[in-house]
């Protein structure tokens, strides 16, 4: 007995000085960069558009590209992946077609961003270039929608799986149609997890670099439609740090950026507890 108990406590302490390891990591990691990059951050930072190819003036572009590609995407992937759990976990009996979807988005979940930035090249960019206008955000953002839509499938159907089959049932027995149950009941219910995809994909969105590099075109100038090219935050930092080696700017936007995703994972997290108290 005293033996189980001292094995229980070691692996206790493992685990939480793992995980302590883990956050005081992340908060080195954090805190190095926002060291660095807070400084930098004032109005004329965030309003202002970039001169000498980024290495002065502001980040105001990246901003509003950033906001554009994410909204975009978001928009045209959020739609397409619940439907597609939905019908695959409320419409489809298990066989060989639904494995075959599964493991379809399984695998699309795998593939590195650089092999959908150049299916993004051949097929967005150059073959539709008289629909998308070329290197612009509406061929980044569907690019963005075929990167993100495995995550939002999977994430949509397990959090419909966890709706207990006996709600289903009840609503049906009552003379329900099934599109009723779905739309009024098991939706419902599900959004937290749902949502918990979504904000996976808008954070996968944020910091992608590789794919939207082939696709957006990487210009410095405010876009003023889907058509015109763009650059995100996360793109804006890899090119000031690599092309003209202003590490004072790159840093500002990096700080940026962790403030931006702070604050999309803190808003979800608040959006998150009141889904589950109302539906709780």
């Known amino acids: 007995m005293n033996n189980v108990v001292r094995n229980q406590k070691i692996a206790f302490a493992c685990l939480s000085g793992l995980g302590l390891l883990t956050v005081l990591v992340l908060i080195f990691i954090i805190g190095y960069i926002l060291s660095q990059g807070v400084s930098m951050i004032n109005y004329e930072f965030l309003t202002s558009n970039?001169?000498?190819?980024?290495?002065?003036?502001?980040?105001?572009p990246a901003?509003?590209?950033?906001?554009?590609?994410v909204g975009t995407t978001m928009i045209i992937a959020t739609p397409i992946g619940v439907g597609a759990a939905i019908y695959l976990n409320e419409y489809t009996s298990r066989g060989k077609l639904t494995s075959m979807i599964r493991f379809a988005t399984e695998a699309l979940a795998g593939i590195p961003s650089i092999v959908f930035?150049?299916?993004?090249?051949?097929f967005f960019v150059?073959?539709?270039e008289p629909i998308t206008g070329g290197w612009s955000i509406l061929s980044a953002s569907l690019t963005g929608v075929t990167m993100v839509l495995p995550t939002i499938v999977r994430t949509s159907e397990e959090a419909l799986k966890a709706v207990p089959d006996t709600l289903r049932e009840g609503s049906l027995a009552l003379?329900?149609?099934k599109w009723q149950t779905i739309k009024s009941l098991i939706l419902p219910t599900a959004m937290p997890g749902i949502i918990t995809g979504l904000i996976l994909s808008i954070g996968r969105v944020v910091g992608e670099t590789a794919a939207f590099l082939l696709t957006l075109g990487g210009t410095l100038l405010i876009p003023n439609s889907l058509l015109d090219g763009s650059r995100?935050?996360?793109?804006?930092l890899y090119m000031v740090a690599m092309e003209t080696g202003a590490m004072d700017m790159a840093f500002g936007t990096a700080a940026v950026l962790i403030v931006l995703i702070l604050i999309?994972?803190?808003s979800a997290t608040w959006l998150f507890r009141r889904l589950i108290k109302r539906f709780s």
């Not at 970039?50 to 105001?60: A, D, L, T, W």
């Not at 901003?63 to 590609?69: R, S």
């Open 264 to 266: 999309i994972n803190l």
């Open 63 to 69: 901003i509003v590209g950033t906001l554009y590609l």
């Open 117 to 122: 930035g150049l299916f993004g090249f051949a």
């Open 175 to 177: 003379g329900t149609t």
């Open 126 to 128: 150059i073959l539709l």
């Open 232 to 236: 995100t935050l996360s793109l804006h």
């Open 50 to 60: 970039p001169r000498k190819m980024g290495s002065e003036g502001g980040i105001f």
